[in-house]
T-cell receptor, first 109, second 114 residues
Framework: ELKVEQNPLFLSMQEGKNYTIYCNYS?????LYWYRQDPGKSLESLFV?????AVKQEGRLMASLDTKARLSTLHITAAVHDLSATYFC?????????FGEGTQLTVNP | SAVISQKPSRDICQRGTSLTIQCQVD?????MFWYRQQPGQSLTLIAT?????????ESGFVIDKFPISRPNLTFSTLTVSNMSPEDSSIYLC???????????FGPGTRLTVL
């Protein structure tokens, strides 16, 4: 059974700072997803990582995947208030996604 | 990416009643998924709905409680039966893009059971 753990679960950071959210998973995962969820909203797809060493970047967010370490990271560069949201990672076995607990990010001015 | 719509967007229901949630996709997809997000929690897969066959339910979810229909490749319904306050959650429909492997979610149905 695939288990996914994120840390930290809560992150408060200042604008302009950098930080990384970690996503560990317990067994082989076919794909690794990152999502953003704003309060009261659905999930917005950020990245899907398909292979070892994959790195994807969009704006201030960069995601990477290390399948040997069973670890994905979401790096935030020079945070801005608009990035405040909850971020989820999810591992995939076949068609099934298993989600981490989510990281609630607050970016303070 | 696929455009997914859900109806209703929210509802308040009485204990013991049932609610059917609709999910419509703007393109044909083989598999559709139903997830639940309990208040302040992460997402949990309820079942996978394939067109032309019975849905596949995850551990802890049963057909009598969450019957699913999948009449064609663009539409599915999830019914939450004999509701109790513990069923208060957001229910989300999801599809996967076979070309990009992206998996996308509908806007969700926010259900409150009194």
């Amino acid at each position: 059974e695939l288990k996914v753990e994120q840390n930290p679960l809560f992150l408060s950071m200042q604008e302009g700072k950098n930080y990384t959210i970690y996503c560990n998973y317990s067994t082989t995962s076919d794909r690794l997803y990152w999502y953003r969820q704003d309060p009261g909203k659905s999930l917005e797809s950020l990245f899907v990582l398909l292979s070892n060493g994959a790195v994807k970047q969009e704006g201030r967010l960069m995601a990477s995947l290390d399948t040997k370490a069973r670890l994905s990271t979401l790096h935030i560069t020079a945070a801005v208030h608009d990035l405040s949201a909850t971020y989820f990672c999810a591992g995939a076995r076949g068609s099934r996604l298993t989600f981490g607990e989510g990281t609630q990010l607050t970016v303070n001015p | 990416s696929a455009v997914i719509s859900q109806k209703p967007s929210r509802d308040i229901c009485q204990r013991g009643t049932s609610l059917t949630i609709q999910c419509q996709v703007d393109s044909q997809v083989t598999m559709m998924f139903w997830y639940r997000q309990q208040p302040g929690q992460s997402l949990t897969l309820i079942a996978t709905a394939n067109q032309g066959s019975e849905a596949t339910y995850e551990s802890g979810f049963v057909i009598d409680k969450f019957p699913i229909s999948r009449p064609n490749l663009t539409f599915s319904t999830l019914t939450v039966s004999n509701m109790s306050p513990e069923d208060s959650s957001i229910y989300l429909c999801s599809v996967r893009d076979r070309d990009s492997f992206g998996q996308f979610f509908g806007p969700g149905t926010r259900l409150t059971v009194l």
